[in-house]
C-alpha cells in the first residue's frame, strides 16, 4: 500500500512563527504536492515538486517556500505564520498509470494537518 | 489544464443511483479525465479514471461520450457512507500540476 503520512495531525501556532510541515512518501514517486483547503473554496495548489531540489509555485504560492532535498520528502514553510493560514493542509504523491497512449497520473493523498494559527 | 464545472451539492436518498456531471469544454486531446472521493477530515482518494466511452470498476462508472466535453461519474445503490465531497479532475499527463476544483457535494440521507 502506499502511504504519504504528514508529520502532525494537528498543529498550533503563534503568529510570526516559523512553521514546518512535513510530509513523506514510501513508493518513490518523483511529483507531489502541497494544497490548502478551506470551507467553500475546495484545495488550492500552494506549491509541487517534479523532482529533488525542483519546485514550482501553484496558484497560492504566496507567504509559503518548500524544500525537497530527498525524493521521498516534501516540506511546506511558512516563513512567518499568520492567522489567515489557519487551514487544513493536505500532502499528495503521484504516480503515472496503465499504458496508453498518453499518461495519466493517480494521486495519494495524506491525513491532512490541520493548523491554526492563534 | 482543462477548467471544470461541476454542481455544488447534491442529495440522495440510500438506494438510489446518484450520476454526477462534469464539464470540460476545453479539454485536450492528452487528458485523462479522474474523479476522487473525500470524507470528511481525510485526503482525497481515487475513485475512477478514463479517457473515452464507459470505465467501471468495483466503486463507480465514469460515462464519457465521444467529444469528450463532459464526463458523468455514476454511483450504484449509494449507501449514508457514500456521503462525500466528489472532485473531477482533466488533464494529468504526467508531470501536470494537480488541480482540484471546489468538487460536488453529495449527501445520502436514510
Known amino acids: 500500500d502506499v502511504k504519504v503520512t504528514q508529520s502532525s495531525r494537528y498543529l498550533v501556532k503563534r503568529t510570526g512563527e516559523k512553521v514546518f510541515l512535513e510530509c513523506v512518501q514510501d513508493m518513490d514517486h518523483e511529483n507531489m504536492f502541497w494544497y490548502r483547503q478551506d470551507p467553500g473554496l475546495g484545495l488550492r495548489l500552494i506549491y509541487f515538486s517534479y523532482d529533488v531540489k525542483m519546485k514550482e509555485k501553484g496558484d497560492i504560492p504566496e507567504g509559503y517556500s518548500v524544500s525537497r532535498e530527498k525524493k521521498e520528502r516534501f516540506s511546506l514553510i511558512l516563513e512567518s505564520a499568520s492567522t489567515n493560514q489557519t487551514s487544513m493542509y493536505l500532502c499528495a504523491s503521484t504516480i503515472p498509470r496503465g499504458q496508453g497512449p498518453y499518461r495519466n497520473t493517480e494521486a495519494f493523498f495524506g491525513q491532512g494537518t490541520r493548523l491554526t494559527v492563534v | 489544464l482543462a477548467k471544470t464545472t461541476q454542481p455544488i451539492s447534491m442529495d440522495s436518498y440510500e438506494g438510489q443511483e446518484v450520476n454526477i456531471t462534469c464539464s470540460h469544454n476545453?479539454?485536450?486531446?492528452?487528458?485523462?479525465i479522474t474523479w476522487y472521493q473525500q470524507f470528511p477530515s481525510q485526503g482525497p482518494r481515487f475513485i475512477i479514471q478514463?479517457?473515452?466511452t464507459k470505465v467501471t470498476n468495483e466503486v463507480a462508472s465514469l460515462f464519457i461520450p465521444a467529444d469528450r466535453k463532459s464526463s458523468t461519474l455514476s454511483l450504484p445503490r449509494v449507501s449514508l457512507s457514500d456521503t462525500a465531497v466528489y472532485y473531477c479532475l482533466v488533464g494529468e499527463s504526467s508531470g501536470d500540476k494537480l488541480t482540484f476544483g471546489t468538487g460536488t457535494r453529495l449527501a445520502v440521507r436514510p
Open positions: 478514463g479517457y473515452k
Open positions: 476545453n479539454i485536450a486531446t492528452n487528458d485523462y
